[in-house]
């Protein structure tokens, strides 16, 4: 199995950035295809982010296509989500999932078996 440790959110003006680290520990990340989700409060998990296993492809919601930017170093065993031009909206809690199903780049949170335990993002107007 993989462990999976978020790191980086933090508050931000709106307009501002913010880079997203997830360090995965236990089995090697290139088993995995990974995905960035994000929950805000009363809302349901949404999918932000998928990267398949080498990061030749990937995948954005709309609503951050053009500001967000997912990568990874399969020999750091990490992905990072940067972050830029931050709305308020984009205010949650961010995680990182993977997923053994290594070409995915979307999907839903069932989709995606393994989870950090989050980070949260605070965008202020």
């Known amino acids: 199995q993989v462990q999976l440790v978020e790191s980086g959110g933090g508050l931000v003006q709106a307009g501002g950035s913010l880079r997203l680290s997830c360090a995965a520990s236990?089995?090697?990340?290139?088993?995995?295809?990974m995905g960035w989700f994000r929950q805000a409060p009363g809302k349901e998990r949404e999918f932000v982010a998928g990267?398949?296993?080498?990061?030749?492809?990937?995948y954005y919601t709309d609503s951050v296509k053009g500001r967000f930017s997912i990568s990874r170093d399969n020999a750091k065993n990490t992905v990072w989500l940067q972050m830029n031009t931050l709305k308020p909206e984009d205010t949650a809690a961010y995680y990182c999932?993977?997923?053994?199903?290594?070409?995915?780049?979307?999907?839903?949170?069932?989709?995606?078996?393994?989870w950090g335990q989050g980070t949260q993002v605070t965008v202020s107007s």
């Open positions: 236990g089995r090697t990340l290139s088993n995995y295809a």
């Open positions: 999932a993977a997923s053994s199903s290594r070409f995915r780049v979307f999907g839903g949170a069932r989709d995606y078996g393994y």
């Open positions: 990267i398949s296993w080498s990061g030749g492809s990937t």
